[in-house]
């Protein structure tokens, strides 16, 4: 196993936060993923919003599942607390560490095959509760690792690369976060940094269960015609599984347009995706009328994005549950074991 480190000299003169990092002091290890990938761009932005922000390194806990998207933590926040689940399982894990130290700042890293397959009760759960985090899903429509299937976000209609059109009905994680009781709700775009670093930001310092649905182009599977990787194709032709691919060095997406427009972003296959920014008149706190409008624009072929829904007056899991202010990792035996007249009194309140 290859493990590519990048050197950890660099310039003296490197701008510094108020904390007196760098920008290099929030990055993680090279990436591996594809020339391209739109997920590299989340990562860029995750660094810049916590570089933006002031965030302490060691004070962040990064978790993540299976997938392409799972694998970018190790891009970025090499300094802070980590975790690589098993497949769909990182709500579980999160909500049980944000219990345990709810003094740490808690991302978690998903796709959409992590959290809207196998993992969609575990995302479900976890946003219902209120765990305050920022919950990312880095949305790509395929399933990366395994050569290009349609995931369950993958739109009505849409292609592979081999042409085949996609017939089910996808998954629209943002309106069930918004329908789940998500307090801060968002879409966005890879290659529009001007727009997801500030989400990123405002995610984070919010309080309670904040998720960003970000679309995230695959420059090796997505919408292209004329796979040999589709999910059938592989099904039938199994030895074509374990084939190695080139990938071409490709140039990022970007898409930089103002709020109320609508703009087409050419695809590295020559497959277009149009994109609507939220106007400045919207008003994220309805949440009837974000869901009716992310309907009416869906109806209208168009994907929206910024800031969809939020709960100005949220409320997170600790709340809920009235926990004690020091995390609970730090509790003396004194205060975890309170005796037997406690415990006689806690059993008589069940009866």
């Known amino acids: 196993m290859t493990y590519l480190a990048k050197p950890r000299f660099h310039h003296p003169k490197l701008p510094t936060n108020a904390l007196g990092y760098t920008r290099r002091d929030y990055e993680g290890a090279v990436s591996t993923l594809c020339a391209g990938c739109g997920h590299d761009s989340i990562s860029a932005a995750i660094i810049q919003a916590c570089f933006e922000l002031d965030l302490p390194p060691h004070r962040i806990a990064k978790l993540s599942g299976i997938g392409c998207s799972s694998k970018t ?3 970025f926040l090499g300094a802070s607390h980590g ?24 991302l978690g890293v998903s796709g959409d095959g992590d959290s809207a397959s196998i993992g969609l009760g575990q995302f479900a759960h976890s946003i219902r509760r209120g765990v305050n985090m920022l919950y990312i899903v880095e949305n790509n429509g395929v399933y990366g690792l395994t050569k290009g299937q349609f995931s369950a ?9 081999r042409g085949v059109a996609n017939h089910d009905q996808p998954i629209d994680l943002v309106t069930m976060a918004i329908m789940l009781g998500a307090s801060f709700v968002a879409r966005s775009f890879s290659g529009d940094k001007a727009q997801l670093v500030p989400l990123i930001k405002a ?6 269960a904040a998720f960003i649905d970000c679309i995230s182009p ?17 099904r039938a032709h199994n030895e074509a599984v374990n084939r190695l691919d080139v990938m071409v060095e490709r140039e990022p997406i970007v898409a930089d347009y103002a709020p109320g427009e609508v703009v087409d972003v050419m695809q590295h296959d020559g497959t277009v995706l149009r994109l609507r920014k939220l106007d400045a ?18 109806a209208a072929g168009e994907v929206v994005t910024g800031l969809l829904y939020v709960d100005p007056e949220a409320t997170d899991l600790h709340a809920n549950l009235d926990t004690v202010a020091t995390p609970l990792n730090a509790l003396d035996d004194a205060a975890l074991v309170p005796g037997q007249a406690a415990l006689d009194k806690v059993n008589a309140s069940l009866r």
Not at 83 to 105: C, D, I, K, Y
Not at 153 to 161: E, M, Q
Not at 203 to 208: L, V
């Open 83 to 106: 975790f690589n689940s098993v497949h769909g399982r990182m709500p579980s894990v999160l909500t049980g560490a944000n219990l345990a130290n709810r003094e740490l700042v808690y």
């Open 73 to 75: 933590p190790t891009y």
């Open 218 to 234: 695959c420059v090796a599977f997505n919408n292209h015609p004329g796979s040999t990787k589709s999910f059938d194709f592989v």
């Open 281 to 298: 008149q919207y008003h994220p706190t309805d949440k009837r009328a974000a869901v009716a409008y992310l309907q009416e624009r869906d």
């Open 203 to 208: 995610a984070i310092r919010h309080q309670g």
């Open 153 to 161: 976000t993958a739109d009505r209609g849409s292609t592979s690369k």
